[in-house]
């Protein structure tokens, strides 16, 4: 079991080359490599659980640095198991996000609530996810709907995910040195950027 934390740019106060922009994707890569990272306490305690209940391979947590909100309904434990869950319903969009990025997805599906039924998953697991059944996965993902993903780290790997309009939304190059909240506003993860890009490419 692997405990990582300073897992995106939002370390940016430690120099643009510190930001972990690669290291999801490098881990993801990894054969029977389980990477969890979570959005919340309850995922926390979820994904610690998987990984001292998995005996057939390492699962790696990867944390995050800055404090988080709590969700309004604390989500099943069950359904946090199966890798990938709706955190908010919606029809018209899906946008799936991991870690830190889940409460930026939430906030871009209330800014685009009088135009856009958004639906948020909280894709804690990649690899468990893509395990599940395919109804499962069509159950979570839509059929048919755009498909987002938000993780402020490289886009890499997420094509497995996304369903174009949707694309990958994400940091592809290092950012720069400053506190979370400029890098937040200057590189996109805000929820006004995210629904922004959401609005320009469904346009």
Request: aromatic share 6%.
């Amino acid at each position: 079991i692997y405990v990582w934390t300073h897992d995106s740019i939002f370390l940016g106060e430690d120099g643009p080359t510190h930001q972990a922009i690669e290291h999801l994707a490098a881990l993801r890569a990894i054969p029977n490599l389980h990477v969890v990272r979570p959005a919340d306490a309850a995922e926390t305690a979820v994904g610690w659980s998987h990984a001292i209940n998995r005996t057939e391979g390492p699962t790696a947590l990867v944390l995050t640095r800055q404090g988080l909100p709590a969700p309004d309904v604390a989500p099943s434990h069950d359904a946090i198991r199966r890798g990938g869950y709706i955190r908010r319903e919606g029809t018209d969009v899906v946008v799936v996000a991991t870690g830190s990025e889940v409460a930026v997805a939430e906030g871009a599906a209330r800014i685009l609530a009088s135009d856009l039924s958004v639906r948020v998953v909280s894709m804690t697991c990649v690899e468990e996810f893509l395990a599940q059944p395919d109804s499962y996965r069509s159950d979570i993902l839509g059929d048919g709907v755009p498909v987002f993903t938000l993780e402020a780290a490289s886009t890499f790997g997420w094509s497995a995910i996304t369903h174009a309009p949707g694309r990958a939304i994400g940091i592809d190059h290092f950012g720069a040195s400053a506190p979370a909240d400029v890098l937040a506003e200057r590189y996109g993860f805000t929820p006004e950027a995210v629904a922004e890009t959401i609005r320009n490419a469904l346009a």
